[in-house]
């Protein structure tokens, strides 16, 4: 059972488009991250939300948390080709963590 | 400078071969876990220790195997690697604080099986 569903799965866009990816579940979690990953490299961390309604920028990506801390979006402006990448959102159980299934971007110049 | 650091990077190994990757951490961070990731697909967890608790997940294969000797360092191994284990495994770990619970990964090691 996944527990977190993300969309879209895949995404190839122009250079310069804004994006929008989701992050859905009917759990609660107690923070929820997001990642970046590029081909042979382990996920790095963008963010982490904690507080349910929060907004977080990191510059050109608006990353936020929803109200009852079930789900959550990440929002690309004017995408660049090094923005391309394998996009993860992570909800925190106790111990562990459930993953989307992630969002392949890849943005064309 | 790397927080969790794996060794190595690549791995090739044959069928049938043990194998061990490693993961050492500077973060003290006391829950460590092991994923397998296919590839661009989200991390699958195999494992993970609560300090030297360990806790497997239950359609983990019982060809993977994993040591935790101290806070700093985990182990996976690999007992009989088929064509089917050939992936990214990633380590990673978590803070201990319960209501911002974040995870630092490693920059994996991709296994290779001929």
């Known amino acids: 059972t996944q527990l977190l569903e993300q969309s879209p799965q895949f995404l190839s866009i122009q250079e310069g488009e804004n994006l929008t990816v989701y992050c859905n579940s009917s759990?609660?979690?107690?923070?929820l991250q997001w990642y970046r990953q590029e081909p042979g490299e382990g996920p790095v961390l963008l963010v982490t939300?904690?507080?349910?309604?929060e907004v977080k920028k990191l510059k050109r990506l608006t990353f936020q948390f929803g109200d009852a801390r079930k789900d959550s979006s990440l929002h690309i402006t004017a995408a660049q080709p090094g923005d391309t990448g394998l996009y993860l959102c992570a909800g925190a159980g106790n111990f562990k963590f459930y993953f989307g299934s992630g969002t392949k971007l890849n943005v064309k110049p | 400078d790397a927080m969790v650091i794996q060794n190595p990077r690549y791995q090739v190994t044959q069928f049938g071969k043990p194998v061990t990757l490693s993961c050492s951490q500077t973060l003290n961070h006391n829950v460590m876990y092991w994923y397998q990731q296919k590839s661009s697909q989200a991390p699958k967890l195999l494992f993970h220790y609560y300090d030297k608790d360990f806790n497997n997940e239950a359609d983990t294969p019982d060809n993977f195997q994993s040591r935790r000797p101290n806070t700093s360092f985990c182990f996976l191994d690999i007992r009989s690697p088929g064509l089917g284990d050939a992936a990214m495994y990633l380590c990673?770990?978590?803070?201990?604080?319960?209501?911002?619970?974040?995870?630092?990964f490693g920059a994996g090691t991709r296994l290779s099986v001929l």
């Open positions: 990673a770990t978590s803070s201990p604080r319960a209501n911002k619970r974040i995870q630092y």
């Open positions: 759990s609660v979690f107690s923070s």
């Open positions: 939300v904690v507080t349910g309604g």
